[in-house]
């Protein structure tokens, strides 16, 4: 069965072509690339977290979605899932240098809705591309995607921050290009939340837009 190129959620995968189409293309899902001498040498846990990440969509991301606990966004090329990213809501401590260096608005600060420091979010725990389609410019295209999305659904939700939940050492000279920082203290595990204000994305998409 051929499908069509483009960006859809798990569930309307399903719904158009069906699960057994769908997991036929996630079992051949593979970000991690054997022959990335470089992140192979710099990266202690590379493979460790790219097999981490094809585990959660192969095993997770649709019974998630349908739990309504995380949706997760296919990227369609080639028939084939040439990527992914998992979103869903959840809530964000900030420190005082972050809301400072982000522009976050004022109006915000002392508020009832500022509850101890954390505000509502959009959360990505997942995004990646297969290792077929990296190094190509396609991540970033699919990153920006990812903020349309995300732009909609904050409007939609009342959102403040996109949040990378637990980034990846090897993924962080990517994020660092769209700008996300760290925006609390270090995670326990080694890796750390990365988060940039929906200001920020929504001047991302404007800019990319004019160019």
Do not use: W
């Amino acid at each position: 069965m051929v499908i069509e190129d483009g960006i859809l959620t798990t569930d309307v995968f399903v719904k158009q072509y069906g699960e057994d189409e769908l997991e036929k293309r996630i079992k051949k899902f593979d970000c991690y690339d054997p022959k990335n001498k470089k992140c192979l040498k710099k990266y202690r846990k590379y493979k460790k977290e790219c097999n981490s990440i094809n585990i959660f969509l192969n095993s997770n991301a649709h019974s998630y979605s349908k739990l309504n606990y995380v949706k997760t966004y296919l990227l369609i090329m080639n028939n084939e899932i040439a990527g992914y990213a998992s979103l869903r809501m959840g809530e964000l401590r900030l420190i005082k240098n972050f809301k400072t260096d982000h522009h976050f608005p004022k109006a915000l600060n002392n508020t009832s809705l500022d509850d101890g420091g954390r505000y509502s979010s959009l959360i990505i725990d997942y995004f990646a591309i297969d290792k077929k389609y990296q190094h190509k410019y396609i991540g970033s295209s699919f990153m920006k995607k990812i903020f349309e999305i995300a732009t909609s659904l904050a409007e939609q939700a009342g959102c403040t921050i996109l949040k990378i939940s637990n980034a990846v050492e090897s993924a962080r000279g990517f994020y660092d290009k769209f700008k996300f920082t760290v925006p609390n203290s270090r995670n326990n595990n080694g890796t750390c939340d990365l988060a940039m204000s929906m200001l920020e994305v929504r001047e991302t998409l404007k800019e990319n837009k004019e160019h």
